[in-house]
């Protein structure tokens, strides 16, 4: 498919393929702004989920009606061409002040990927400070009067040379090997990559936690026919919500709405139809971010972004584990698929100014408040990011409408402070550094990820592109800086999940980017020869990328990372767990509370919102807003059954917490001969082997149920 745009203008304008599917996954955004818009409003008069679907039908129908009328009146809007190469005439820079750029922002990176190893932290946002100042310095030199145009438009001319990071031999005489039509190839690798993740996303079970929370209000939905806005995972609805998880959040209340109309149990609905439905449209978002960016061979920069995600799983925070292995997740879809799609949406409004990405921005923010009330403090990153440099660069209009993106977010945080009376996250608050190493990681990946972040503004493609680079690292390393982030947290009170702020940098892209940068070519090529050698060349950073994340990465799917590769499409649990829950929560029958290991209490909320696990999870029981007691208590039991070898509570203690709490079925593991015995002396009895585990009941009368 031809393919139009300079190597160094615009972005190539995509195929008809494409171009589908771009806007396939445009109207799913589209969509579910809708739907998020209709649910908070739904937070206000509480009808039942029924009334919202058909709400959201209809809004989605007139929408599409009111598009389809002005097509017709109008004709289809042709896709506004891309800006042209910019005339000669910007003044170069200094290039010992490009060099400064690119050699601080190597050291910069080097030091932050390395700094669990004795680099010391300094050196890394020092080292980053002064790498941003100096690409921007360089982006933001006006043209010579001749020239004409606004600053900011591309990147520094280079008249007698290239600039560092972008070796002899990168003008327009590139092998046309090299510079392929994105389209011609990279549809299809886009499309078969997004297709296979897909598919793995059934297969790869990776449990979480905190789908104690995520699933049970989905499951709780399909249940009820209502928002849940109290407890679910603890009690049926008799306490308040987790504190520091107020109801913005939509995309759980739709999915178990869709499930409980379509007949489908809400688990198997969000990890077997949502699912890899998310994941497939999250790498194309890279793809479409990596066309938008690279300033040639955008195929071979995805290729690296999406090596990238499958080989940095070396811990539950990294963008791998959260882009395959946590997809159903509302905070997973945002850093894997809405933070990608905005800066899409960011770059094409700055480039042609058309009033369709300026809605889709806006659709973007309330899209993001929709998934995670983390959008609140994360969004403003983004759009801050590309916002600022546009103003600075004297597009001062571009910059201030582009916080369209921001005006929801912002609004529903505001919402949520003023309306709820405690929204703060408890936990434990990470430094930067260790912010840094959850999300970008250490060692090899880790400085790959830093040095790409402060390379951006030189491998991303000039322009706008180029501008955002440089915005996306500035906002890294203020918060790098030491004490950014405990200011923060002081501020909002979300210190315990600040760590997210690493989501602003797209760093698959961002090192894939590296892979478009030229290698210079030999000086005594002969002329039959140059296109295989230039291919070869161009060739060389990918393989050189892909050896140091394989060599130093560590897949997702493997067991180190807490990751099973099932046999068939399978629950985020393994089986035995499951079924031996359900099995439990089957002999549960009149409700109330079930108390076994840990592993096994997981699941209860995924399976049910009339039993209640005694502690699924933690963290969200000490957020809960409920007396002492009733953490304590739960705390008791868990300790009861926790393992073998473990402490157990006094008899007095289990006794009471067991009346209080009205469990219905304990269970401990079989060699658990201790806890087994403390249950049946605190009135519990006839055991039964129910899958891996032993439970007990309470005696009624002197004898068991």
């Known amino acids: 498919m031809p393919v139009s745009g300079g190597i160094h203008g615009g972005a190539p304008r995509a195929g008809r393929a494409e171009r589908g599917l771009d806007a396939a996954v445009d109207a799913a955004v589209l969509l579910f702004a809708l739907w998020t818009l209709v649910y908070h409003l739904g937070l206000l008069i509480r009808p039942p ?235 194309w978002s890279v793809w479409r971010l990596a066309r938008a960016w690279a300033p040639r061979r955008a195929p071979l920069c995805f290729a690296i972004a999406a090596v990238y995600l499958l080989w940095s799983g070396l811990g539950p925070a990294s963008l791998g584990s959260f882009h395959l292995l946590r997809m159903w997740q509302g905070k997973a879809v945002l850093v894997s698929a809405l933070v990608p799609l905005l800066y899409v949406h960011l770059t094409r409004w700055a480039e042609r100014r058309s009033r369709r990405d300026l809605a889709m921005l806006a659709a973007c923010g309330i899209a993001g408040t929709g998934l995670t009330s983390s959008s609140a403090f994360v969004l403003p990153l983004v759009v801050g990011a590309a916002a600022v440099p546009l103003v600075a660069s004297g597009r001062v209009r571009d910059g201030l409408a582009a916080c369209a993106a921001l005006a929801y977010p912002v609004g529903a945080g505001l919402a949520v402070t003023l309306l709820h009376h405690d929204t703060t996250v408890t936990g434990w608050v990470g430094s930067a550094s260790d912010d840094y190493r959850w999300v970008l990681l250490s060692a090899a990946p880790g400085v790959l990820a830093g040095c790409a972040l402060w390379l951006a503004p030189w491998t991303a493609r000039r322009g706008v592109p180029a501008l955002i680079g440089a915005g996306v690292a500035a906002v890294v390393t203020l918060l790098l800086v030491p004490g950014m982030l405990g200011l923060a947290a002081d501020v909002t009170g979300a210190g315990q999940v600040l760590w997210r702020t690493m989501w ?45 994340l394989v060599a130093g990465g560590t897949p997702v799917w493997s067991a180190s990372n807490g990751s099973v590769v099932a046999s068939r499409p399978s ?82 203690e289990l006794r009471g917490a067991l009346r209080r709490a009205g469990v219905a079925v304990a269970c401990a593991r079989p060699r658990d001969r201790h806890g087994l015995a403390l249950l049946e002396q605190a009135g519990f009895g006839g055991r039964r082997r129910v899958g891996d585990l032993i439970c007990l009941f309470p005696k009624l009368g002197g004898r068991t149920p």
């Open 49 to 283: 989920t029924w009334v919202l679907l058909a709400c959201w039908l209809g809004a989605a129908a007139a929408v599409a009606a009111a598009y389809a009328s002005r097509a017709l009146r109008h004709g289809a809007a042709p896709e506004p061409p891309c800006p042209e190469p910019p005339a000669p005439g910007l003044s170069a820079p200094p290039r010992a002040l490009a060099l400064t750029a690119v050699i601080t922002a190597i050291a910069a990176g080097t030091s932050v990927g390395l700094h669990t190893s004795g680099a010391p932290w300094w050196c890394a946002w020092a080292f980053g400070l002064v790498s941003v100042a100096t690409s921007a310095a360089c982006l933001l030199r006006r043209r010579s009067p001749a020239g004409g145009a606004a600053p900011g438009d591309a990147r520094p001319a280079e008249p007698d040379g290239p600039a560092p990071g972008r070796p002899e031999g990168s003008g327009a005489d590139e092998p046309a090997a090299a510079t392929a039509p994105a389209s011609r190839w990279g549809t299809p690798l886009a499309l078969a990559t997004a297709a296979g993740f897909s598919v793995a996303s059934l297969f790869i079970v990776n449990s979480d936690g905190d789908d104690a929370y995520f699933v049970s209000r989905s499951v709780a939905t399909a249940a009820m026919g209502r928002i849940p806005f109290k407890d679910v995972i603890f009690t049926s609805g008799r306490t308040g919500p987790t504190a520091g998880e107020p109801p913005v959040s939509s995309i759980e209340v739709l999915a178990g709405s869709l499930a409980r109309v379509a007949g489908i149990p809400a688990t198997s609905f969000v990890y077997y139809l949502m699912l890899p439905v998310v994941t497939f449209i999250a790498v």
């Open 504 to 548: 602003v940098v797209p760093a698959p892209v961002l090192i894939g980017l590296v892979a478009t940068v030229r290698v210079p070519l030999p000086a005594g090529v002969r002329r039959g020869r140059e296109r295989a050698v230039g291919v070869l060349a161009a060739l060389l950073p990918a393989a050189a990328l892909a050896i140091t």
């Open 571 to 652: 629950w985020k649990l393994p089986p035995a767990q499951v079924g031996t829950a359900r099995a439990v929560v089957a002999l549960a029958r009149t409700g109330g509370v079930v108390v076994m290991p840990r592993a096994y209490m997981r699941a209860v909320p995924l399976l049910t919102a009339r039993v209640h696990a005694a502690d699924p999870n933690s963290h969200y029981l000490r957020n809960l807003p409920v007396p002492a007691r009733f953490v304590e208590d739960r705390r008791v039991l868990t300790a009861a059954v926790r393992r073998p070898g473990g402490r157990k509570p006094a008899l007095p």
